[in-house]
């Protein structure tokens, strides 16, 4: 198990934390805010993105990918956490390349991940139905006609939804929802006749769409992975980003942290640093425990999907669940510790917060990952 | 028939022929009657219901009718509640002035100083903030630095006042000011102040929830004649105390109800989101939850109507302010992580498509609830408020 | 809602106030366990409870009792709870007088309520036979024989079951474990044929037995209430005992938290008073909530059972669930709070910690109220 | 074959030979080998192994061969733990002597000092324990009072010490005493003394738990030789930090699996008492607590392995030890009252009848449990340590 870095991650994570710090500060997701970004993120950065190989991190060389494999994946995706910094990776380097890298043929891999590499196409996930994620409750049709399947139904929190080149459709060839079997996938032009996309605008700032789909026709060609069988394909790729989300969750942790551990060595009020006061100490130190604990949590999961360990989807919803709880407790207090300023839109606080609450929904909340830690630990 | 049975019969008529229809419904927002200079109606009965409420000094039914105030006994008062809430009538005035300066210059104000302000508050003409804290002085109230001088006929103050409620919007500011540099609380005193004089100026805070409630307010050498200072010179904390005890009261009350109660209640979303088998929620973890917060808030809720209970007999809980202020808060803020919890992606959008108005009004307020255990004095003020003045634990 | 006490409810926790901490401080239990008492309660304590009216205070005057009302017993649970006073106050003057005055025939009421206002009877609840409170899940047997019973099985954590001399048996007539129906109680002789008690050591120090009924016959007049009807009787006692409960538990975390509050003051460290530690004041301040929290929620109980209210049952689980959570927290931190000398035996907060365990178990523990209070609540 | 191969195998083989049959079972806990003056052998077969082992120095294997340890490189300690582990070797020496005095000796002892004790404490012959707190001096350990005065050739010791491990069953202590009354943390000093000499006195602590692990030692006019001080007069206290260190690690350890395991596992408890829906808890509520505390005792056993990685890499994780202590202690109360919760009434046994033996050391250590976030320096005392050693926060 990895827990300590090797060299050439520890690079990478500082090639990572320079680049988002000084070219995509918060500053950044603030002006595609203010200035009402159409896009909701920052074409400028995004090359930069890609020119730094981060695009392309888990693809393969033979692709174009750097194939820095999971761990420089969440390397990546912590310190993009650390900033919120709004751009396609995690729809297209984590989503987007984990699913057809796991279920793609060999002409959907060579047509697609070369273009997520070079940061040409943009992707996205249409997986949610309902206000709670869960995969197997996917009730939108797919329906064989011709060599091909007519799509029809509606996807809610596509995140990137509005800005992806391609849409990952989740739909159901057979069964009916909560079905394990009767899953698939399906690779959908964005532009295709009958697809919808309305953007919503979140309370994050960041990307996030309805699609909806109305006699969608695509080619048989468009199946991603087996029919009817995705649910195995999509939970792996799941578990790829729920890790990584947990990174750039813990990444906004630390953010959190650190900022309001500089306020609180640094703002007077009865005469005397609020840090002196031992009630706020102890909360502090307690915050600390929930960083360093979530940071082995997370490296563990990352480790796992490293080395393909079997209990992999165990490690994720640990991940998922651990690091969203201290999120929640840290954000929280970062508001609570700055005080009245805390509330204010001038300082970061509250932009870490609405993410966090957003990251929470996304992959599914604590709710979920604890009951699927029991499930998976077979009580 | 009794005098307070008379009473009942003459203000039911009175209310049937002076409130008109549409004050009988439910308020939107932006139909508050705030008053004040630079009100706008966009129902012009609000003015209407308004006027012929101040007409009888109902606005402010306790308050001496000397003073323009209605003048009631406890029990007219309640008669006129019961009647008020018989007819579904919307309030009159919503006003700081009405809530919080009006008490204190009962109190503490010269005669001069209640004829003129007082009646100007229950006739909505004048609309006041607040200008308490200030950049330097939030938990910390009595560090604040705002100073007035005395330059023989008027003070001229310099400074700044933060988190002072739509001072945007306001006519008049009440404030506390440093008039005695060498002492902290003895120092500090009580100051009305025309916000239309020159060097004032209001700046609205945005806040995380996106709205701007609050304002930086500047005082830049503003000369406040000195028939404007309440109360002695210095003695201004004493009625500060005051006014922030009531404050914190408000804010407490924050924890009943609101945010879950527009969705149809907790238990309505619960079922909504997770599935209801019989009349139960579906998903029993889920369910523990909601049961264990609805527990609280009940609780919560027992404690202020005995606290209410007891202040009747003339018993006092203690510092009872302080732990419903805390108490209160922190139950609210609960609340509305359940319910974000509860609601899932339907929680978390800003505006536009996808998201009902209900749907984004609980993300507001949960955005805004964060503030009540800031707001009125921190949940840490509070804690120490109560293991001081209750419990007695000694200062370091 | 009484949330003030009158004069004369004032007057009665004055007395019992200073009669248990007086004549039934801690050091009574302690010498009862220390002596290991065979009773596991003080006889003359006893006595003393009986003259002054205690043992009678539900019990109408044309029974011998005081008739003080539900209100009344909660008040003098409460300071008996203050002192861990050692007594048959709960399984006589609460559940055995409470359920023979709502189930009981006039000729029962006449039997035995005067002997229990006199102290003369004491009476135990057999109810529980598995490790977790749940009256409905009742199997032992209760079959008819001529015209009167036999009843066959093993009940467990039946409170002074070994000082008992009339057992009130739950047992089932009809149906199966889980049903509502078919639940019937019965007036048992301890010394009955059949009946066998062997005393439990429980971690409180206070008295709780295991009895066996093996072919126990008792005749038709034995029967206490409806026959398969006993549910709905059964539940409106046990909510008065629930509260009652609750009162014994806010007394002792009334105890704790004064006891706790004193030390605070007192001891020493690092040439400090430890109480001017902000982050021991915030906690004891949060206590004091706690504490205060459950008095509205423990009056409102009392007041809800005195007024016969339709929410009784929602009240009462209220109560033993809120007041259990918050004695949980008051005992653990009063350990803590003490450190070293906490742990020890020396003093009473191990004694009252202990006593809460067995107390939350008793009739319920939070988990289960908390679902009962949602059931009630119909959701 | 490499030079570790043959090693193995030499060990295999003298292991084979000298570890009894009897020693390769599970050990009740009156069968652990304390060693020392008063030791019983319930099982002769305890004293032999201790023996057998000490004989080549492997109790403390690798404690250098000079002072009778065994000498042992790390990957040679690796392979010898790993073959007692594969006959499941009990230990051969329980103590406070191998696990807390050795290593500060070996640090800060003199040559005679080490030639004395060491061996002493690897042969098993004496049992020490261990002289910090005082009544006055628990979480402010810097401020104990036990005087030790000059008087020539000898000290003169006079004082209390409390939370003493068995100190009625043991030889010698170890002990803070000061030296200098004038400072306080540079007036400490660590003395060794022999528990036989005059004027001293352990009297067990009755704990909540029932039993008495602990004692109150009382120091009367105790003339301690002054060669039994370590390291220099006054700099006690730098002794003292080491150990505590290790001591917080070792109670820190304790949050990870004993109780729940004796019962077969939370899961399996959970089932038992609220019955199964395949092989699932059948109470989704305490489904998810039980999940709940996994997580949180997973996420905490990673973070142990955590910083065994990073200690091996080089890299600290920064006043790990408190951490640990805080974390550990923590997750390991709230394990137990999970426990009890689920055992139900089945947890409330004390002794006698209605309860197995399983059931009541679930209870006992349930109470047990309570004490781990006090002893070694309280969860405050760490919040305390990390708040000033890692974050940097200023003290008042």
Known sequence: MAFVLTEEQTMLRDMAKDFFTEQVPVANLRKLRDEESADGYDKDVWKQIVELGFAGILIPEEYGGTGFGPMGLGIVMKEAGRTLAASPLYSTAVLGAGLIMAAGSDEQKSALLPKIASGETLTALALEETNHHNPLNTAMAAEKSGDGFTLNGDKKFVIDGHIADTLIVVARTSGAAGDAQGLSMFLVDAKAEGVSVTRNHMVDSRNAASVSFANVSVRAEALLGSLGGANAELESSLDLARVCLAAEMLGGAETVFDTTLDYLKERKQFGVIIGTFQALKHRAAELFCEVEICQSVLLDALSALEERRNDTPRAASLAKARVGDALRLITNEGVQMHGGIGMTDAVDMGLFMKRARVQAQMLGDTNFHRTRYADLGGY | ?396
Chains 1, 3 share one sequence.
């Open chain 2, 1 to 396: 028939m009794t005098a307070l049975d008379s009473f009942r019969e003459e203000t039911r008529t009175w209310l049937e022929e002076n409130c008109p229809a549409s004050m009988r419904t439910p308020m939107p927002e932006r139909e508050m009657p705030w008053g004040g200079r630079q009100a706008k109606y966009p129902n012009p009965d609000t003015k209407t219901w308004m006027d012929n409420m101040a007409s009888r000094g109902w606005t402010a039914p306790t308050w001496p009718a000397e003073y323009g105030g209605g003048g009631l006994s406890k029990q007219e008062n309640k008669v006129l509640q019961e009647e008020l809430g018989r007819i579904k009538a919307r309030p009159a005035l919503t006003s700081f002035g009405l809530w919080m300066l009006g008490p204190a210059l009962l109190e503490f104000a010269s005669e001069e100083q209640k004829k003129k302000y007082l009646g100007e508050i229950i006739r909505g003409e004048i609309r006041w903030c607040q200008g308490y804290s200030e950049p330097g002085a939030g938990s910390d109230l009595a560090g604040l630095q705002t100073k007035a001088e005395d330059k023989g006929d008027h003070y001229l103050v310099n400074g700044q006042k933060v988190w002072t409620s739509y001072a945007d919007q306001c006519d008049w500011i009440f404030c506390l000011v440093r008039t005695d540099t060498s002492v902290k609380h003895d120092g500090i005193s009580f100051l009305l102040i025309d916000m239309d004089d020159a060097g004032v100026e209001a700046r609205p805070i945005k806040l995380i929830s996106g709205a701007s409630p609050f304002c930086e307010t500047f005082l830049t050498d503003v000369k406040v004649p000195k028939e404007n200072l309440v109360g002695e010179l210095n003695k201004g904390w004493t009625i500060a105390k005051r006014l922030l005890e009531h404050e914190r009261s408000m804010i407490s009350g924050m924890g009943m109800g609101a945010g879950a109660a527009s969705m149809g209640g907790m238990e309505a979303v619960a079922k909504e989101n997770f599935g209801a088998e019989g009349d139960k929620i579906a998903d029993p973890s889920i369910r523990q939850a909601v049961a264990d917060h609805k527990m609280d808030q009940q609780a919560f809720g027992l404690t202020l109507k005995r606290a209410e209970a007891e202040a009747k007999a003339g018993q006092g809980m203690g510092a009872a302010a302080s732990m419903f202020k805390y108490y209160g808060t922190e139950v609210n803020k609960r609340r509305f992580e359940l319910l974000l919890d509860l609601m899932g992606t339907q929680a978390l959008g800003w505006e536009g498509e996808g998201f009902d108005k209900r749907e984004l009004a609980v993300t507001r307020s949960w955005l805004r609830s964060k503030g009540n255990s800031i707001e009125g004095g921190t949940s840490e003020v509070q804690l120490n408020v109560i293991a001081k003045r209750v419990l007695g634990l000694p200062d370091a």
